[in-house]
């Protein structure tokens, strides 16, 4: 089975910092992109973070440039979550989000996945 577990949530002070991982597991042919979302309580579900596998671009909700950075190891299919000068708007469960491609070389499939969330609460 093919999916995607989280890590790396967890209570934090205004300024500090939180690394999330998310990594996948099962048999994915490749992955196309990655990226994170978060939802806070009451408001919709917002793109945090996207990284494309071909070329390795990345891009940003303007809420957290400059302070979020997202990377992926290759080698381990796992995306990563730099959360720098944490805010208390900040707050919210983290969601990661891949689009993968399955199945043998005659039946691929393309499947969007996400993980199980990830508690992010910035307060002090």
């Known amino acids: 089975q093919v999916q995607l577990v989280e890590s790396g949530g967890g209570l934090v002070q205004p300024g500090g910092s939180l690394r999330l991982s998310c990594a996948t597991s099962?048999?994915?042919?490749?992955?196309?992109?990655m990226r994170w979302y978060r939802q806070a309580p009451g408001n919709q579900r917002e793109l945090v973070a996207t990284f494309i596998t071909n070329g390795g671009s990345t891009n940003y909700g303007d809420s957290v440039k400059g302070r979020f950075t997202i990377s992926r190891d290759n080698a381990k299919n796992t995306v990563y979550l730099q959360m720098n000068s944490l805010k208390p708007e900040d707050t919210a469960v983290y969601y990661c989000n891949a689009d993968v491609v399955v199945g043998s070389p005659i039946d691929l499939r393309y499947l969007e996945l996400w993980g199980q969330g990830t508690l992010v609460t910035v307060s002090s």
């Open positions: 099962g048999s994915i042919v490749s992955i196309r992109a």
